[in-house]
């Protein structure tokens, strides 16, 4: 028995994995295991085959994993019952380190170095779907977002284990996918867990090739096999019944073996409209974090902490100019800073505050920058209606006032970067929960009254002239 060769049996099996799972999560798994040899135990009289793999977490992984689908695909093939055994190949053994004998007190003291100790740790490549630079050391945490990135912290020293999932939710360019990614990076390089990153809608657009393809058992192993699992803007999922449902047994089948899950959003779960109460009620057990705009000092330490990472030059002159007038968001920070590095870079001049007033007048006037821009909104709105900018500010719930205001709340997010809960302190300090109702209210006249998309247009049109004078 001992010129046994069931080599030919395993590299078929491998060939039916590879169909079967797909190319990526195969590579993951099998790409590094090597057929070895074949043997016949006397007592159990029991063939069985050696495979090679290159570490014991990477072992108990295809294990539990792939375990019985390898022995029913090998069995088929052979028509006998072969056992599978995993020899790590790829570790260097633990042994003890040989020390020298360390010197008495009375010796003149030396270093000695013992021998055998330096361990190797395989640095990995980088995320092929996440950016490198999204990492913690590059978050600026202030009183905006301290709350998140401690958990964010938390989750990525031990995910799985706690705070699981994580929600993280707020407006457009305020760090949401930076800090999710942060997570997802800091897991990836200092763990051997398996991280997947993909936007909602690399997740729909992955759903229905699998669905026309034929190819579902290879989308759902992909997700449904991984330590961690984030995806970015779910809001997007809205009224897509057919992938909230593969969502929704995709989240308890990673969440039963204690796989950590990270989505972002726009919004709180409780206000996703046309969402499985099922699947928000999921999102819901976890834990929850808000992102707030930057206050001025966060600005600042936002555009410090860019520009050392850039390497060039910008005065703390021209960091205040940028950080008190800019503040609806991070990425209309960064992209400011850009255009002046853009500048100093392809003029070979340095910046100076009149050259920086100069370059970014177009982007301080724009609507989306402009303080006075919402209270434009509310004048002009205000105006239209015969009513005052106080009214739409204050506590009258007459039915003419409310429905002015949730236009105003309406075009103030159509016109503008604003958050929501930026939009709802300009509102007389309404929460963010308000403002998306009538955000949401108007949207819902929109499809109703065809008369209500000529009067938005006319009250842009007005809005706009009225910014032009002021």
Not at 266 to 276: Q, V
Request: some cysteine; proline content about 3%; glycine content about 6%.
């Amino acid at each position: 028995m001992a010129d046994l060769d069931y080599e030919g049996f395993w590299k078929e099996t491998l060939i039916q994995l590879q169909n079967d799972l797909g190319g990526e999560e195969f590579s993951g798994w099998f790409s590094d295991t090597k057929y070895l040899r074949a043997g016949f135990d006397e007592q159990t009289k029991e063939n069985s085959i050696v495979i090679g793999i290159p570490s014991s977490f990477h072992r108990d992984k295809v294990k539990s994993r792939y375990q019985s689908t390898i022995n029913s695909k090998i069995k088929e093939l052979a028509g006998l019952e072969i056992a599978v055994e995993f020899e790590i190949t790829g570790e260097t053994s633990k042994k003890e380190p040989s020390v020298q004998q360390l010197p008495s007190k009375n010796d003149n003291l030396t270093i000695i170095e013992p021998k055998n100790t330096q361990i190797t740790k395989k640095k990995r490549d980088k995320h092929p779907q996440m950016r490198d630079d999204f990492t913690f050391e590059r978050y600026v945490i202030g009183e905006n977002n301290s709350f998140a990135a401690n958990a964010a912290i938390a989750i990525s020293n031990n995910p799985g284990k706690a705070y699981n999932p994580f929600l993280i939710y707020g407006g457009v360019g305020l760090g949401k996918t930076h800090l999710m990614q942060a997570i997802g990076n800091h897991i990836h390089e200092n763990t051997d867990n398996k991280v997947i990153y993909t936007t909602s809608e690399n997740f729909l657009n992955e759903y229905v090739q699998a669905i026309q393809d034929g190819k579902m058992n290879i989308f759902k192993n992909k997700f449904r096999y991984t330590d961690v699992l984030l995806i970015d803007d779910i809001q997007f999922f809205t009224d897509k019944q057919g992938v909230q449902e593969e969502l929704f047994h995709t989240f308890n089948a990673l969440a039963n073996s204690k796989k950590q899950l990270i989505f972002t959003c726009d919004r709180p779960p409780s206000e996703l409209k046309k969402f499985s109460d099922r699947l928000i009620s999921r999102f819901e057990q976890g834990l929850k974090a808000d992102l707030q705009p930057p206050r001025y000092e966060e600005r600042c330490a936002i555009l410090k902490s860019t520009i050392k990472n850039r390497d060039v030059e910008i005065s703390d002159e021209i960091i205040d100019f940028i950080g008190k007038n800019i503040s609806s968001n991070v990425r209309d920070i960064i992209a400011a800073l850009n255009t002046l590095i853009a500048y100093t870079e392809l003029m070979g001049r340095p910046i100076t505050l009149e050259i920086a007033q100069q370059r970014l007048k177009d982007y301080f006037s724009s609507s989306r920058q402009a303080n006075l821009s919402m209270d434009n909104i509310i004048r002009v709105v205000a105006e239209y209606f015969a009513l005052t900018p106080n009214d739409l500010k204050g506590k009258k719930r007459s039915q003419n006032i409310v429905s002015a205001r949730q236009l105003a709340m309406f075009l103030g997010r159509e016109m503008t970067d604003y958050s929501t809960t930026e939009l709802g302190q300009d509102f007389g300090g309404r929460d963010h929960t308000t403002v998306m109702y009538s955000i949401d209210r108007i949207k819902g006249k929109l499809l109703t009254d065809p008369t209500l998309d000529s009067t938005i247009e006319r009250i842009k049109r007005s809005i706009k002239e009225f910014s032009a004078k002021y």
